[in-house]
């Protein structure tokens, strides 16, 4: 049957009202002033006719304006797509072909990038305050927003091939928001801090948490430690986004007993995080909620129950309550007991599919499972455990390596502030680990003393075969680390 | 697109193995105990035949074995037809057949009843100690469930003709018991005391609010004032479901002060409440949230928000996030300016339909759209009143009156304990009002002195014209007011 609820933003405003939806840089904005400004710009973005079912690109960064732009095309029943703003304009220009978007809406501060694509992209290019500036029509407002309809598209940053755009329906982040709330509680005064990329999933499903939970955003247009503890200690933040990288910024600089009451959690996401950063949170009192999810899946679909945040340290948790895991070998057998394999989740928060691309659909999904390209396993008790991106493992005369392992003990060390590792080819073993490593600036550690750390913490085959020191490692928006380019880095010093 | 999940029970036993999920005469069961039990009563269910896609009726009371029954029904796949255990014996037997239920299954308290309908009814009858008692087979326990599914049937008590029986889906418990945590808001440790039948919608929604939500029911075998306030006060309750004649019985003892901080809220369902009722709670700080929802909407479908507890006194305030609600004047069209109307309710947990009742279907749904029945209004901020149930409209010289109000009125005389108004017909002005009123014990008042209480506080024609004391008032188990009943007495007395 279909599900038809009301449109999220309006109904909200109407509801709570004067509740705040939205700070960003020393302003409030309550639910009820989102929604108006949100319809005015809905009225902007139908006077260049965009309306129900046509398609548009956003440049866009961490900006209240950025949050009206989103909220007026969902309500217009537009589909966004929303694009990841540290692209190369030929990365963003492929895009913008690949989704057929009509309009390309984008920042002033990316005019650089779109004046590169102007000539080659078919289609409207508009600049905000060109929008906010330009005439209105009588916007049509959906009243009702049906569940299986798409609302968005983000490109999946896709480790191998070209980036696929992933579809999401409205029901996609419903789900993901409810199913987030009914396992880490909603309480009264919610207020989430955003500083990761709301054009990432990772930021977007915040917006669509706001819109449904009534809850407060705090935005930042992008990631200070120093900025982002400061605003918990002082604006009673409940929840904050992260992952590992950030998390080990504020790591660094917070002091045991510093996160306040109120704070209920960092929700820790893209990718597995160093167990050494995990035991530290613990010891400073961060509560922290390592969760498992991708754009495929709208955020979060898996977290870790607060009441196994110390036995199952390190673990992703659980599959959420609508959401289902298990484990397959290379045969497409169901492991059970507990051996590593691929990952596969089913949950009313998978996307459909990938745009026009229904080969790779249905390579991926399998009566309602999605194969994730992640390599992990369930322990006795059901928990997962995240070991790598299946494209980023190695193997190494027949052993399997899994990079997050070594990187992990890599980033114990205390001189050690980021590693990589990716496979190197090598004539007797296939593969071997190569790692690069970013140091403190104030270090005087060798590759030698490195190489032996890790000699006393992992098995042979795992030791990195050469270490390289860099300036800082390739992560995309997300934070995520790119083995792809550190693949890239390694061919060329090899060649 | 299909929305399938997994089998809520199990799932939660694996979430949450060792949270408190019933709570009943002393004893606890786990999340974990619970699903243990419940899949033993499931083997012993497919014992007797039962399979996905049969039917059984149910005949029990607020008991832990009760909800083992139910839970094991529904995840063996089976529909419950959950019996009002209050329906006389040919009622029941008029369900029984209604329904076609393959098997009905009763405590031995309804064994009279049973015993009398027992040669009558063509299907296998089996006392909950003989289920016990007898054969397993291998349940097969269903690993998903598809929101689409019926998995409970339960008869409305309908004020005219037959009682129909109302289909609920997976999908309408799911969307009730989510939509309203994202009103009420989530938190740890959250306990529901379930005082109210767990055969009607108001105790069965409490049911699966803690399957969904990994919450405790602390199940009381029947309502007692003193018991449930005890139990509030020394066991850390969180919320609690009544009816207005429960919540009038507790004020009635309870003191200034005297509810924790830790309790939530009295979730008060079941028709209106007279204004003097919540203002006295108020002012005993007793947290009350007015709501309104019917058997055909699983549960609440509109609530108070908390902000607006006291400027909106006595309004059942706006329909949850994921409900809509408009008012129809006679001729269909929609009400926009505050008039009063017929209230429609649309949302994905209204029920698809009534079972095997096409023509009553189509009638009271349209486009989504189902017909309550009821007559109310939104106010001019989108508050929604509710007057009274359409067919207890009285039509008095062309006047509405509506019986909830007049007994709201007698209610807020100090030595009135109940009261009732029906329509009684009249040469002149057709239909004129007339009362039943149950008073104190010790009270020495007269009709004269409660008519001039009345003539005092209410226009002229809403006065009734007549008054009589009886011992009590007609009510069914959720403690409504059943006016049926009233017209039968009015109609034995005035012949």
Chains 1, 2 share one sequence.
Not at 18 to 30: H, K, L, P, S
Not at 89 to 118: C, G, P, R
Not at 207 to 218: A, E, K, N, Q
Request: a negative charge; aromatic letters at 8%.
């Amino acid at each position: 049957m279909k599900q038809i609820v009301p449109n999220w933003l309006k109904k909200r405003a109407e509801l709570t009202p004067n509740r705040i939806a939205v700070m960003f840089e020393g302003n409030e904005y309550t639910f009820k002033q989102v929604f108006e400004s949100a319809a005015r710009v809905a009225a902007q973005l139908t006077g260049i006719g965009l309306k129900k079912g046509s398609s548009a690109a956003v440049l866009i960064s961490n900006h209240v304006d950025s949050v009206m732009i989103l909220y007026a095309l969902q309500m217009l029943g537009v589909r966004a797509v929303i694009l990841n703003n540290r692209l190369t304009s030929k990365e963003l220009l492929w895009q913008l072909e690949d989704s057929n978007a009509e309009v390309l809406l984008y920042e002033n501060a990316f005019m650089e990038k779109v004046t590169k694509i102007k000539n080659t992209y078919q289609h409207v290019v508009l600049e905000k305050e060109e929008l906010f500036k330009g005439n209105s029509a009588n916007a049509d407002l959906q009243e009702e927003y049906d569940l299986d309809d798409v609302t968005t598209i983000m490109y999946t940053s896709g480790t191998t091939g070209n980036p696929k755009g992933v579809l999401q329906t409205f029901g996609n982040h419903w789900w993901s928001a409810t199913a987030s709330a009914l396992n880490l509680g909603l309480t009264d005064g919610e207020r989430w801090l955003c500083a990761v990329p709301i054009f990432h999933i990772s930021g977007y499903s915040i917006l669509m948490r706001s819109l449904i939970y009534g809850m407060t955003v705090i935005l930042h247009h992008s990631f200070k430690e120093r900025e982002a503890i400061e605003e918990i200690i002082s604006n009673r933040v409940t929840m904050m986004s992260v992952v590992s990288t950030m998390l080990m910024k504020m790591n660094d600089i917070l002091e045991v007993g510093q996160m306040p009451e109120t704070f209920r959690g960092m929700l820790l996401g893209g990718g597995p995080a160093p167990l050494s950063l995990l035991e530290d949170c613990k010891r400073k009192s961060i509560p922290v909620y390592q969760s498992y999810g991708m754009t495929e899946t709208a955020s979060q679909f898996a977290t870790l129950a607060p009441e196994y945040g110390i036995e199952k340290l390190g673990s992703a948790g659980k599959a959420l309550f609508p959401n289902q895991i298990k484990i397959i070998d290379e045969g497409g057998n169901e492991l059970t007991n507990g051996s590593e394999g691929e990952i596969l989740v089913k949950g009313p928060n998978v996307t459909p599919g990938y745009l026009n691309r229904e080969q790779e659909t249905n390579n991926t999904m399998n009566n309602g499972w999605f194969h994730t390209g992640d390599i992990g396993y369930l322990d006795k008790d059901g928990f997962l455990y995240v070991l790598d991106r299946r494209s980023d493992l190695i193997i190494s005369g027949g052993e399997n390596i899994y990079p997050a392992e070594i990187e992990s003990v890599l980033l114990s060390h205390e001189d050690v502030v980021d590693a990589g590792i990716v496979g190197m080819e090598h004539p007797n073993w296939g593969q071997v680990p190569a790692a690069f490593v970013v140091k403190k600036k104030v270090a005087t550690i060798s590759e030698n003393d490195l190489e032996n750390y890790c000699r006393e913490r992992l098995a042979k085959y795992k030791v990195p075969k050469s270490i390289r020191f860099v300036e800082e490692l390739p992560r995309n928006a997300a934070k995520k680390l790119l083995r792809k380019e550190l693949r890239e880095w390694l061919k060329r010093e090899l060649t």
